[in-house]
C-alpha cells in the first residue's frame, strides 16, 4: 500500500477511535474487518499507532494545535509507529518540516498534566499515593505490555511449553512470580502454534494468575469464581484443583460466558460449571450459601490497571463512573462473602490501581465481616511457593505495579472466615 493511503488509514481509524464511543480494541478490531486486504505490517502500523496516540493524547493534542490538515492526520504523524521511511514518504514537504519542529520541543519543559497524559482525577490521587514512584508508573504506562502465558499445569511443565514455543520460532521466558507463567514480547500468531492448539497454554498476565494462586484452591474442593468473566482465572483455578471438585464460573453476561467454552474446551477440564445469573442475589447463589470452600471476587472495576493495554480507558472513565462501580463492588463482595463456609477463603480482587476501588473496599468489607479474618498476601503466596512474596505484599494486601512488577496493575485481599 502506498505511504499516502496508510496514513490516510490510519488518520481515518483514529477519528473514530477518538468518539471514544467504544473501546478502542473493537474499534480497531471492526475496522479490520472492514479493510480486509490489509497485511499484517499494515495492521501492526496501524493498530500501534492508534495506542501510541491514546497514550500521550493530551501531549500530541498541544503540539498538533499548530499546522495544517486534518487533526488526526496530524496526530497519526505524531504517534506514527509504522517506520519513519513510510511516514516521510506519505508527508509533504510542509508536514515534514512541522513535524521536525514539533518533535524539537523540550517535552520536560511542559506543564506536569502533558507530560502525564492521564486525566486529573487520576493522576491526583496516584501522585498523593504514589510520591515519587509517580513518574516511574507513568513511563510504564506509555509502554506496551509484554505478552504473557500462563502454563496449562494439568497437560504439561513450564519448561515444556517454552520449548514448544522455541520449536516454534517464539522466545519464552519464565516469569518471576508465577510458577506457571512465560513471557512473550510482540504479538506472535499463537493461534498457529501446536502448544496452544492443544491447550498447554493460555494468553493470561501473570498478576492474573497470581490472584488463582492467591486462592489456592485444593483437590476436590467447591470453588466458586464470582465474576468470572470470559473465564481465564477459571482455568487456572481447574488446573490447580487437578480437575476434582466442582468449580463453578458465575456471571452476568451470558456472552463473556460463552467465550468460555473454546477455551474450556482446550484446557481438558471437566471440573468447571458455568452458570449465567441474574445478580448476585440469584436464587442460585443462596442455595449454595455456607457451602463453599474458596471464592474468587474479580469484581467490575474501572480497569485502570491494565492502561498499557488499554489506555483509551483513561478517556471513556469518569468520576462517576468510579462511584458508581464502588457500590457495585461492595454489593457483589457481601453476597459472594455468604458462600464461604467457616474455615473457607474468599479473595476479593480489581485490575485498578486506585485505593478507592481497592483498600477502601476491602476495609469497609473487613468492618462489617469480623467473622473474616485477614489472610497476608505474603503468608498465602509463599504457601504456594510463588517467589518473592513478600515483594507483592503492601500491607497484607497483594498489590502489583506495571513500575515494579512489569504485570498489570492489580489488587487483591485474602480472608480466611473463622470457624
Not at 493498530?47 to 488526526?72: F, I, K, N
Not at 513511563?139 to 520449548?163: F, H, S, V, W, Y
Not at 504456594?384 to 506495571?402: H, I, K, N, T, Y
Request: proline share 5%.
Amino acid at each position: 500500500m502506498h505511504p499516502n493511503a496508510l496514513l490516510d488509514l490510519a488518520t481515518e481509524l483514529l477519528r473514530q477511535v477518538l468518539k471514544f464511543d467504544q473501546p478502542a480494541d473493537a474499534v480497531v478490531s471492526a475496522f479490520f474487518r472492514k479493510h480486509r486486504a490489509l497485511g499484517q505490517r499494515e495492521r501492526h502500523a496501524l493498530a500501534e499507532t492508534t495506542y501510541a496516540v491514546l497514550r500521550r493524547r493530551l501531549l500530541y493534542a498541544h503540539l498538533a494545535q499548530s499546522g495544517s490538515g486534518a487533526l488526526e492526520r496530524r496526530l497519526a504523524a505524531l504517534g506514527w509507529q509504522g517506520g519513519e521511511g513510510v511516514l516521510r514518504s506519505a508527508l509533504g514537504a510542509n508536514e515534514r518540516a512541522w513535524l521536525a519542529e514539533v518533535q524539537s520541543v523540550d517535552v520536560a519543559g511542559l506543564p506536569e498534566k502533558l507530560r502525564h497524559n492521564l486525566p486529573d482525577w487520576l493522576a491526583a490521587p496516584l501522585k498523593a499515593e504514589l510520591g515519587d514512584d509517580f513518574w516511574p508508573l507513568v513511563a510504564a504506562l506509555e509502554q506496551p505490555a509484554p505478552l504473557d502465558l500462563r502454563t496449562n499445569i494439568l497437560k504439561t511443565r513450564r519448561e515444556d511449553a517454552a520449548a514448544a514455543l522455541t520449536a516454534a520460532g517464539i522466545e519464552a521466558l519464565p516469569t518471576p512470580y508465577s510458577p506457571w507463567g512465560l513471557r512473550v514480547q510482540g504479538k506472535p500468531a499463537l493461534q498457529t502454534v501446536d502448544a496452544f492448539e492443544r491447550g498447554d497454554i493460555e494468553v493470561q498476565d501473570e498478576g492474573s494468575q497470581l490472584l488463582a494462586l492467591l486462592l489456592a484452591p485444593r483437590r476436590g474442593e467447591m470453588v466458586v469464581d464470582f465474576c468470572a468473566g470470559a473465564g481465564g482465572k477459571t482455568l487456572a483455578l481447574g488446573a490447580m484443583m487437578r480437575n476434582t471438585g466442582r468449580l463453578y464460573a458465575f456471571d452476568v453476561a451470558g456472552h463473556r460466558l460463552e467465550a468460555l467454552k473454546p477455551r474450556l474446551a482446550r484446557s481438558g477440564l471437566s471440573n468447571v460449571y458455568p452458570a449465567q445469573i441474574a445478580h448476585e442475589r440469584d436464587d442460585r447463589i443462596k442455595r449454595l450459601a455456607g457451602k463453599i470452600d474458596r471464592v474468587l471476587v474479580d469484581a467490575p472495576c474501572s480497569g485502570l490497571g491494565t492502561l498499557r493495554r488499554n489506555p483509551d480507558l483513561k478517556w471513556r472513565q469518569s468520576p462517576q463512573a468510579l462511584v458508581e462501580l464502588g457500590a457495585k463492588q461492595r454489593a457483589i463482595l457481601a453476597s459472594a462473602a455468604r458462600l464461604v463456609k467457616p474455615g473457607g477463603r474468599l479473595v476479593y480482587a480489581t485490575c485498578s490501581v486506585l485505593r478507592s476501588e481497592n483498600e477502601a473496599v476491602a476495609e469497609e468489607f473487613a468492618q462489617a465481616h469480623p467473622d473474616f479474618e485477614l489472610l497476608p498476601a505474603s503468608q498465602a503466596l509463599d504457601a504456594v511457593q510463588v517467589p518473592q512474596a513478600e515483594s507483592l505484599d503492601q500491607g497484607g494486601f497483594l498489590r502489583l505495579w506495571p513500575h515494579r512488577h512489569q504485570t498489570d496493575g492489580f489488587f487483591a485481599v485474602a480472608w480466611q472466615r473463622r470457624d
